[in-house]
């Protein structure tokens, strides 16, 4: 049930505007201090998993692992998505504390 709660939210963010993804993106976001926050999808290779988990660890970000690549793209209103990132401070909050 927390999931669909996330993924309205990912949507809502989407929508305003606040939100990049695929690998180059997200990677951009997270580099430039502009995102808040990572979502990986579950069913995203290992190799992707560890690059973004090593990436946020170093700078700071935190990452979440959940949906699968279609929840997560059409969450976003496009196919699918391996990676996403949040940027705008407040829906980030409101994502991890639906997720925690």
Do not use: W
């Not at 999931?3 to 430039?32: H, I, M, Q, R, Y």
């Not at 995102?35 to 560890?50: M, Q």
Request: hydrophobic share 40%; glycine share 8%.
């Amino acid at each position: 049930m927390r999931n669909n709660k996330v993924l309205s939210l990912v949507g809502l963010a989407t929508k305003a505007g606040k939100t990049v993804s695929g690998e180059f993106s997200t990677e951009k976001s997270v580099k430039t201090g502009k995102g808040f926050l990572v979502l990986v999808a579950d069913d995203a290779s290992v190799n992707t998993k560890k690059k973004f988990r090593n990436m946020c660890d170093y700078y700071e970000v935190p990452i979440y692992f959940l949906a699968d690549k279609e929840g997560l793209g059409k969450a976003m209103g496009k196919e699918f998505r391996a990676s996403l990132a949040i940027q705008d401070e407040n829906f980030a909050k409101a994502i991890i504390k639906e997720l925690e």
